[in-house]
């Protein structure tokens, strides 16, 4: 079965911190999103990479930064924590070009920063 | 960039009846409409998609319309079940691949027993 893992499903962190996202999927897929999802604002796209080592901004990039070392992990990272980024981040990847065009996502991970 | 956007914010409605969810898009190019269903400590599930060059597709319950002219489209739930309570969102893309997917506000269902 298709899955997609963040490893961490709560987070509370300090204004200032820096905080590591972990995403990583099992089904070689080549996309990778990172969104933001607020009540009434539906899921927003940070970034998203194409190919390892490979990133491209979003709708709302600011204040964020990604990491694609390897073809199965994503990682989202906020350089200073700040309380406006208190949310839940859902990671998803998609087959790519030619493949079965179902985006997965992970269950998300609910961040609260104080 | 796409707008889509998603009515209404919540639905509330008896089991066995009816539920339509609507949203409209901005972008003319869009040819790709899926809906996900989102419960409670879990990522969003793709349900149902729609593309441009077909007006109506049905899986079971579940059904989806597409005006292309009026870029609005539609999800409808038959006979609603409880494990139908949920939060819908409605996304569209200009890439035909699932990529690049502006999503709705989102639905919160509730299908009370």
């Known amino acids: 079965d298709v899955k997609v893992t963040q490893s961490s499903r709560y987070l509370v962190k300090r204004t200032g911190e820096k905080v590591f996202l972990e995403c990583v999927q099992d089904?070689?897929?080549?996309?990778m999103f990172w969104y933001r999802q607020d009540p009434g604002l539906g899921l927003r796209l940070i970034y998203f990479s194409y190919d390892v080592k490979m990133k491209e901004k979003g709708d709302i990039p600011e204040g964020y930064s990604v990491s694609r070392e390897k073809k199965e992990r994503f990682s989202l990272i906020l350089e200073s924590a700040s309380t406006n980024q208190t949310s839940m981040y859902l990671c998803?990847?998609?087959?790519?070009?030619?493949?079965?065009?179902?985006?997965?996502f992970g269950a998300g991970s609910r961040l609260t920063v104080l | 960039g796409e707008n889509v956007e998603q009515h209404p914010s919540t639905l509330s409605v008896q089991e066995g009846d009816s539920a339509v969810i609507k949203c409209t898009y901005s972008d003319s190019a869009s040819n790709y409409f899926p809906w996900y269903k989102q419960e409670l400590g879990k990522g969003p599930q793709l349900i149902i998609d729609?593309?441009?060059?077909?007006g109506e597709k049905k899986d079971q319950r579940i059904a989806v319309t597409l005006n292309k002219t009026a870029k609005h489209f539609s999800l409808h739930i038959t006979e609603t079940q409880p494990e139908d309570s949920a939060v819908y969102f409605c996304a569209a893309s200009k890439d035909n691949a699932g990529n690049m997917l502006t999503f709705g506000g989102g639905t919160r269902l509730m299908v009370k027993p």
């Open positions: 089904m070689d897929h080549e996309n």
């Open positions: 998803a990847s998609i087959q790519g070009a030619g493949g079965a065009n179902v985006l997965t």
């Open positions: 729609i593309r441009s060059n077909v």
